[in-house]
């Protein structure tokens, strides 16, 4: 999984030397175009990139005097300088897009300031070991809400607060034990994942050794850079696949920006090939979205897969701790199959099931199982000429739940996000219908040469919808 940080900033030149945040270490005002390499990047590979926003210079209403540690200026913020139509267009395409790019929290000014004098940084006091007090972090959450509300982001008009977070500056308290640390308050608000690095706050013990952990109910894993610091623009990371030491790949907005308009295809394909890449290892997945790379996370560490000579496949998912399941963060496990050319995934069923997803990429078959219970499993899989009926064909970015029969009509629960497209095999299609209202089907085809239901999803929330879809046939 790759996170994006420092978006939201209306201006990329850094004011560190006058005490002010160092922002992305690029000279120019920020613009709605500056978000397009992520969606067009996204929208080739099926990915929906964790992007981390910082957004005081989103604030309109200068609202963020009433939060003086926030920025430099406390409580004589004015923002007026970065006031224009710009920041509804960004806002607006943003959450439009979010099929291909998550809104996570990153911060309000990225760093902590009192009187005017800069501390990294905004969430834990890094220059002094020490936590902020509680409700200092409180404040700064709400401040972050009341800029959301701003842009109609909020729960009134059907909006969730972010499910993901990243420390600016990896400042992050880590104490699990106590009553209080970062994330026992984001956590209140609804933040479920969470990444950093956690070397830099090595003298409060994070799980290092572990890749990860669990602190007050968030899900917290660490991340390294891999040779492309945050002030380098168009710079994908350098380092082979080989070297990656942790399963988050750290990136900052510049590294996707070239600087010019004319030279950001290139650099787009340079990010799709490094992506490619990871895809094409018989020993990595890229996962298409958070709550997806979470998951597998969690398989990979407690989970025991067997591949038998057969062709069964054993899963002894016992050993998931429980505190995974009471703080609802588990869902579909990925199985990764090597496939020749002209060859499919035929059969997949689980315990006599069939499973409800599946895709094709890079020489693999993927197929997404649903969320496993502390037990064993039996996988059974067939390699064709033919996929399977009665299957979602997974290529854009949500999570497929369940599907199953009745009456010879299809249900399926499933995860989107955003406006996209998905796939089902079917043999034969009347009509269909969202049995959540806040997923609309905007555009549905029945290509009767491929037995294929091509339905376009838009979810309400830019944080994503859960609901089912039925199939009349």
């Not at 936590?131 to 842009?151: F, R, T």
């Not at 064909?393 to 497929?400: F, L, P």
């Not at 009347?430 to 376009?456: P, Q």
Request: glycine share 8%; net charge neutral.
């Amino acid at each position: 999984m790759t996170a994006i940080d420092d978006l939201g900033w209306m201006n990329g030149g850094s004011l560190a030397e006058t005490g002010g945040p160092w922002r992305i270490g690029f000279k120019r005002k920020m613009e709605t175009s500056d978000y397009h390499p992520f969606i067009e990047v996204g929208k080739e590979l099926g990915i929906r990139f964790q992007g981390l926003f910082v957004l005081a210079e989103m604030d309109r209403l200068n609202i963020l005097k009433n939060y003086p540690t926030a920025t430099q200026a406390g409580r004589n913020w004015d923002n007026s300088e970065n006031i224009s139509p710009e920041q509804i267009k960004i806002m607006n395409f943003v959450r439009d897009s979010s099929a291909y790019l998550e809104f996570g929290l990153h911060g309000i000014g990225h760093e902590h300031w009192e009187n005017g004098k800069r501390t990294r940084a905004e969430w834990y006091d890094m220059e002094n070991d020490k936590p902020w007090d509680e409700s200092d972090l409180h404040k700064h959450v709400e401040g972050y809400k009341e800029i959301l509300s701003q842009y109609g982001l909020d729960k009134t008009n059907g909006h969730s607060f972010p499910e993901s977070f990243v420390p600016c500056g990896w400042a992050l308290y880590w104490n699990p034990e106590g009553e209080y640390s970062t994330t026992s308050v984001l956590q209140q608000y609804g933040i479920k994942f969470a990444n950093t690095w956690f070397e830099k706050v090595e003298e409060l013990n994070p799980p290092i050794k572990f890749g990860g952990g669990i602190d007050h109910g968030v899900l917290v894993l660490n991340r390294y850079n891999y040779g492309n610091d945050w002030y380098m623009v168009g710079k994908p990371p350098e380092r082979p696949l080989k070297e990656f030491k942790t399963n988050v790949i750290e990136t900052h907005w510049s590294n996707w920006l070239a600087t010019d308009d004319f030279l950001q295809e290139s650099l787009n394909r340079k990010w799709i090939d490094f992506f490619k890449n990871i895809q094409a290892s018989p020993t990595h997945y890229y996962a298409k979205n958070t709550e997806q790379f979470y998951s597998q996370w969690l398989y990979k560490k407690y989970t025991k897969v067997t591949r038998k000579k057969s062709g069964e496949i054993i899963i002894d998912n016992r050993k998931m701790p429980d505190e995974i399941y009471e703080n609802s963060l588990l869902g579909l496990l990925t199985l990764k199959t090597k496939l020749e050319k002209d060859e499919h995934i035929s059969y997949a069923e689980i315990d006599g099931k069939q499973i409800p997803s599946y895709y094709e990429d890079s020489g693999f078959g993927f197929l997404f199982i649903p969320k496993l219970e502390k037990k064993k499993y039996s996988v059974k899989i067939k390699i064709g000429k033919q996929i399977p009926e009665n299957i979602v064909i997974n290529n854009g970015t949500s999570n497929i739940y369940s599907i199953e029969k009745v009456n010879n009509n299809l249900i399926f629960e499933l995860r989107t996000y955003g406006t996209q497209e998905i796939e089902i095999k079917t043999k034969n299609f009347k009509k269909i219908s969202s049995l959540n209202k806040n997923i609309r089907v905007v555009k549905k085809r029945f290509d009767t040469e491929s037995r294929s239901l091509f339905v376009t999803l838009t979810a309400n929330d830019f944080q994503g919808e859960t609901g089912k879809i039925k199939i009349y046939r």
